[in-house]
């Protein structure tokens, strides 16, 4: 398993998760309306933004999934953490590698002092998943967005760089 820079090949597989009900189900973006054109263009993009986006692949260099960090602000030192897997790719143990490997840039590498997300509360496993990679739970945003046509709960969590040595032991 590895991370790398997110590249065209890529494309194909990203798709495959934007238009899977199965995958999206959690998501507030619209992915399933997604062309290609527009995961080409946000390749090409994003490279180019305050985000950095990498490719989780396997030791075949398949894509698997992304994982970023989303609005990096190194005067303040946060980013959002964001994550997303193919479901063949499900249980496989690529979520927590690469989750290790993206707070491992984010607080050594970058020097940053805190990744946080948001996760809608009904979606129990990815929860638990943030729980068990040493995300504390920051708070509630009740009724913070629409979707499926009914007003959902937020769950903010985030990670402070000390919280980040504790857990990993480094």
């Known amino acids: 398993m590895k991370l790398r820079t997110l590249c065209e090949s890529d494309a194909g597989g990203m798709l495959e998760w934007m238009h899977d009900p199965a995958v999206n189900q959690y998501f507030h973006a619209h992915f399933a309306q997604m062309t290609m054109m527009d995961v080409l263009s946000f390749i090409q993009t994003e490279q180019n933004t305050s985000s950095r986006h990498y490719a989780i692949c396997d030791d075949k260099d398949v894509y698997q999934g992304t994982i970023s960090l989303k609005a990096v602000d190194m005067e303040n030192g946060t980013a959002e953490y964001a994550i997303v897997l193919r479901r063949q790719a499900q249980g496989k143990g690529y979520a927590s590698f690469a989750t290790r490997e993206i707070l491992r840039i984010a607080f050594e590498e970058l ?55 504790e857990h990993f032991r480094r």
């Open 111 to 165: 020097g940053l002092h805190k990744v946080y997300l948001n996760v809608w509360k009904e979606n129990a496993h990815a929860v638990g998943f943030y729980e068990h990679m040493g995300f504390r739970r920051e708070g509630d945003a009740r009724e913070q967005i629409v979707l499926h046509g009914q007003r959902c709960d937020l769950l903010w969590y985030g990670m402070l760089r000390r919280e980040y040595a």
